[in-house]
């Protein structure tokens, strides 16, 4: 059985930084992307970040020169490391592959 599970979610002060890890046990990894989500209860889901399986990442446009998605295939881990916080970032973040998605971590940014 595949599971996708996130760490590395907290609490932090606007301007602070984060890195949540997403580890995939239980399935291919390296042939396939990775999209990063965010969700706050009562609105849509937003993409936030994606890489390709080559490695190639994409970003929404809130998160353009603050957040860098990255994947280490010997880890079968993707990574999302968020900078500059803002307290608008404040949602649960979860990562989902092909073979579906992890349960998310929560970020929550406040002074």
């Known amino acids: 059985q595949v599971q996708l599970v996130e760490s590395g979610g907290g609490e932090v002060q606007p301007g602070g930084s984060l890195t949540l890890s997403c580890v995939v046990t239980?399935?291919?990894?390296?042939?396939?992307?990775m999209t990063w989500y965010r969700q706050v209860p009562g609105k849509q889901r937003e993409m936030v970040a994606a890489?390709?399986?080559?490695?190639?990442?994409h970003y929404a446009d809130f998160a353009k020169g603050r957040f860098t998605v990255s994947r280490d295939n010997s880890k079968k881990t993707g990574y999302l490391q968020m900078n500059s916080l803002r307290p608008e970032d404040t949602a649960l973040y979860y990562c989902?592959?092909?073979?579906?998605r992890g349960p998310g971590t929560q970020v929550t940014v406040s002074s």
């Open positions: 989902q592959m092909v073979h579906g």
């Open positions: 239980g399935g291919d990894f390296d042939i396939y992307g």
């Open positions: 890489i390709t399986a080559s490695g190639g990442p």
